[in-house]
């Protein structure tokens, strides 16, 4: 992972994002995706310097377009806006997310608390 993944992950992957459960390098098809989000259908494909050729641009139009196709949404962000604006970016992919009780099984409650934020079950 690059080290704008890393950071992205270090905060996805404690379940601090409302109880949301991502999964890093997901198999999706002929593809890996940085995280997936799979009750939400969401991918978040982190960007760097290798994203910027006519080619790169192409080859991610057609991968993303493989995944919206069925039924995935997938965000883009740039290592910069990470390394910028990791809050922000975090609150970008909330906003693409369903409310938390969404993914409670049925009879569970959501617990989104600020009193229990980030805590692992």
């Not at 999964?23 to 989000?37: K, V």
């Not at 390394?83 to 099984?105: C, F, K, Q, W």
Request: glycine content about 6%.
């Amino acid at each position: 992972m690059t080290e704008a993944e890393v950071m992205l992950w270090s905060r996805l992957r404690l379940k601090g994002m409302h109880g949301i459960h991502f999964r890093r390098q997901y198999p999706f098809g002929p593809y890996i995706a940085d995280f997936a989000c799979v009750p939400a259908k969401l991918i978040i494909e982190v960007d760097g310097a290798t994203h910027s050729t006519d080619a790169e641009v192409a080859h991610d139009r057609r991968r993303d377009a493989y995944m919206m196709q069925r039924g995935w949404k997938v965000v883009r962000v740039t290592n910069e806006d990470v390394y910028r604006n990791l809050d922000g970016v975090l609150e970008m992919i909330l906003s693409h997310t369903p409310p938390p009780s969404a993914y409670a099984p049925r009879g569970a409650s959501a617990d989104t608390s600020p009193a229990t934020a980030g805590e692992e079950n």
